[in-house]
Structure formats: C-alpha cells, structure tokens
C-alpha cells in the first residue's frame, strides 16, 4: 500500500478536550482523506485535501477541522471532542494513476 | 439518503465455493467502482476495481461486475478461501477519479465455513 501511518493508534479522552490525529505518507500522493468509520454506516468522507494548503469538506465535517503543511502529512483536528466523535478515524492517499485510494491502520478514538 | 447500498449485512459461503457480494447505487453520476476488503482492527484494503465503460474485470479469484442500466455490481470469488472471511465494502465515485472522496455502502460481513 501506500506507506501511511496513523497516529496514535489509539486514543482516549474526555469530552471538551482537543484532540489531534496524524496522518503520515511517504508516497508523495498529492489527495489526502480523512473518513470515519461506525457500525452501521460504513465510511464517511469527513475532509480532503487536494494540495498543501488546499482542503474541502466532507460528508460529515462539522467539529472537524483539518490543515495540511507538508505533502506528507495530514492532521485532523477536533476542537473540542464530544462523545459522537467516538470513533474509528482512517487516513487515505489517492493515487493519481489508478484512481484508487489507499488507508492507512487507523485510530480508535474513545470520547469520554 | 444513502447513494450506495449493501443489502446484505453478513453472507456465509462454504469452502471452495462461489461468494458473491451485491451493491446498488442509485447516483448514476458514479462513474467508478471499487471493493476493499477489511479485517478488524486493520485499514480497508484495495481489493478491485471497476470504471463504468466496462461491464466486467477479472484478477485472479476475484471478478467484479457491473450492470449500468440495474445500477448494481457485484463481486465474485471463485474458490472461497478461509482467509477470504472479511468486511467487504463498495465504494463509488463520481467523474474525476474520486478526487473529492469515495462513497461507501455499509459492508457486508463475509464468512467462509470450512
């Protein structure tokens, strides 16, 4: 796959906290994607990323924010955690060539 | 209003034999299709996939096709292997190569019995 890393792995926090998930890749893909996972919904596009410095929202962007500084890294950002952000948050590369998206591991996020 | 849908949560499938996974989309803007597959705890995994020019495209043990007019594609793994027991999701996206995000049904469980 793509080389993405996710960090953490796994998080748990209390509701009213900042919380902020790392996104890492080494294969110079210029999409980047934030999507949530949760039973009974599949993935849902929270924010992308087409460029340094170039994002839009998702699906489901509202409490998220997101920045992309580098080519190889994508933060998400929940300002202010709330117990619906309880979720498992995957990080995607596109390539270009194959219009197809890679995931990296994701994170357990646990909101309090 | 959910645009790609998985109707069958979990699927059971015998050793050896034919698994066959069904998606339906109602946005016929989509214009490509892919399945990933995924384990628990693990990211989705690129499995196949399929531009919406053709109706069928095969690699290995795992053949997906697409009916436009039906709005409906289908998966195939021919034999079924133990290590084939995943979620499977179909995701679609629209013209651009899904540069602004996939769209992704809800998955669906498959289990291989031995």
Not at chain 1, 5 to 21: A, D, I, M, N
Not at chain 2, 62 to 67: E, G, I, K, M, P
Request: charged residues 20%; proline residues 4%.
């Amino acid at each position: 796959d793509a080389g993405i890393t996710q960090s953490p792995r796994h998080k748990v926090t209390e509701t009213g906290t900042p919380v902020t998930l790392r996104c890492h890749q080494t294969e110079n893909h210029r999409y980047m994607y934030w999507y949530r996972q949760d039973p009974g919904h599949g993935l849902r596009l929270i924010h992308y990323s087409y460029g340094v410095k170039d994002t839009d929202k998702g699906e489901v962007s509202d409490g998220y924010s997101v920045s992309r500084s580098k080519t190889e890294d994508f933060l998400l950002t929940l300002e202010s955690a709330t117990s619906s952000q309880t979720s498992v948050y995957f990080c995607a590369t596109r390539d270009r060539v194959t219009d197809t998206q890679y995931f990296g591991p994701g994170t357990r996020l646990t909101v309090l | 209003d959910q645009q790609v849908k998985q109707n069958s949560p979990s699927l059971s499938v015998q050793e050896g034999r034919i698994s066959i996974l069904n998606c339906d989309y109602t946005n016929s803007m989509f214009d490509y299709f892919l399945w990933y597959k995924k384990y628990p705890a693990e990211g989705p995994t690129f499995l196949i996939s399929i531009s919406s020019i053709k109706d069928k495209n095969e690699d290995g043990r795992f053949t997906v096709f697409l009916n436009k007019s039906a709005k409906h594609l289908s998966l195939h793994i021919v034999p079924s292997q133990p290590g084939d027991s995943a979620v499977y999701f179909c995701a679609a996206s629209l013209s651009g190569g899904g540069a602004d995000g996939l769209t992704f049904g809800k998955g669906t469980h498959l289990i291989i019995q031995p």
